[in-house]
């Protein structure tokens, strides 16, 4: 049966291959060869790490693992893919999936330990983990900066082709997320939420975009927690699920929190909130709108709501002006989303020029001015962070703060809600499915 997104495909690459036509020409180079990567050994080992492919390859292909192979693109020319694919009978060789590309691309199929063989003649450029024998002996300049940061531009605004495939990725991760609900709910350990999450989004470990974040009671207050507890916490306080899924390269970044059977009336009102504050930001999401401006206005319903629930005292304005607030929640609002979770450029201007976050906001990952056609995470977070509240008591800021309530909150963590949102020519497309 003919794929449903070939059509979406061969326009996402038509464009492609025009906007590498003008890059090229700006700057002046007559083609450039993209490394997919390689896996790296273990040191001392010889077992490999998980591996994924350069993002600009994967702009091409949307494979998140094929390695040593190659993209030669000349203007002028049909793209050329140097699939590595020797012959094995350890591992099973790289298999072409039925898509647009295979067919407008020339796919050469052999061993690339090195890089192929490339005729001389004009200015080339290669991209990727090249070394720089291997660029010397192509006669190639390596990972040249401005030609970099102008690919890198190309991925900002996504094709409707990435849109659906990020579509795809959010309703495969919306699966898991319920699965990881019901696995919670029904008494699973850390562990067993992660394996429920898995089956349910039918990915296996190392295919996800990212490790998956499963954090119960204190744990969810560690914004990125690396573990999974094999037992069952004796209190049910909370959880918090920070999952994704990749499809055809691009991510899904989707992230929630339950109340637990144990969990203090509050901590139920305050993620009821946080989902609130979320449709909030979402709903103004549209171009124009100034990113780092959005995140300002999360810390300001933010600190409405911490003093609607009577964990701060004082004024909305306060919390904020006090550093409360960025103590309840140090991380950024949202990052931009495709092939790489936190995807390229975000903190680039189109023309290039560098926009870092405020000081007083440093963890930012966004920094410039949406568009349409641009996806983003909306996450905004509320957590109860000792090393970062503990401060604030010996200050002025102290006297605001109801560490009764906070510390009743505690061993519930914190909270997250995240959705994925597409910047379209009005307003946005939120593609997280529905989940409680």
């Known amino acids: 049966m003919a794929d449903p997104l070939a059509t979406l495909q061969q326009q996402h690459l038509q464009a492609l291959e ?146 659906a495939c990020l579509g795809e990725a959010n309703r495969m991760a919306g699966l898991g997320h319920r699965a990881a609900r019901e696995a919670f709910l029904a008494g699973g350990s850390e562990l067993d939420v992660h394996l429920a999450y898995l089956q349910a989004s039918r990915q296996r470990e190392s295919e996800l975009p990212y490790g998956n974040i499963v954090g119960s009671g204190a744990h969810a207050a560690v914004l990125h927690y690396q573990h999974y507890d094999t037992q069952a916490p004796r209190e049910r306080y909370s959880l918090l699920v920070d999952a994704g899924h990749r499809h055809r390269g691009y991510c899904a970044d989707i992230t929630r929190t339950w109340a637990g059977a144990d969990a203090e009336p509050l901590f139920g009102d305050l993620v009821a909130g946080m989902h609130d504050i979320k449709q909030r930001l979402v709903e103004a999401v549209a171009p124009g709108v100034d990113f780092v401006e959005l995140h300002e206005r999360m810390h300001c319903l933010l600190g409405e709501l911490l003093v609607a629930s009577g964990l701060v005292t004082g004024s909305a304005e306060t919390a904020v002006e006090s550093g409360i607030t960025r103590a309840f929640c140090p991380h950024g609002l949202g990052h931009l989303l495709g092939i790489q979770v936190h995807d390229v450029a975000g903190r680039r201007a189109s023309d290039g020029t560098a926009l870092p976050p405020p000081a007083q906001h440093p963890a930012l990952r966004l920094t410039r001015e949406l568009e349409a056609g641009m996806a983003v995470t909306i996450e905004p977070g509320l957590y109860v962070i000792p090393m970062l509240l503990e401060p604030l008591t010996s200050g002025p800021a102290g006297r605001h703060l109801n560490r009764a309530s906070i510390e009743r909150l505690a061993p519930h963590g914190g909270i997250r809600i995240e959705d994925n949102v597409v910047v379209t020519a009005n307003s946005a497309r939120n593609l997280t499915a529905d989940i409680e």
């Open 18 to 163: 025009r906007h590498y036509v003008e890059t090229l020409a700006a700057l002046g180079y007559d083609g450039v060869l993209i490394y997919s990567g390689r896996p790296a050994l273990h040191f001392g080992d010889d077992q490999y790490a998980s591996f994924c492919s350069y993002g600009h390859f994967q702009h091409w292909t949307g494979q998140a693992g094929l390695a040593h192979s190659w993209l030669l693109i000349r203007p002028g020319r049909r793209p050329v893919c140097y699939l590595h694919a020797p012959d094995d009978f350890w591992h099973l060789p790289a298999q072409l999936p039925d898509e647009a590309w295979t067919e407008r691309l020339e796919v050469i199929p052999g061993r690339y330990d090195e890089a192929p063989p490339i005729a001389a003649g004009g200015r080339l450029a290669v991209v990727g983990d090249v070394s720089a024998a291997t660029s010397a002996a192509l006669g190639a300049e390596l990972n040249p900066a401005a030609l970099l940061t102008a690919l890198d531009e190309g991925r900002v605004r996504k094709s409707d082709y990435e849109v």
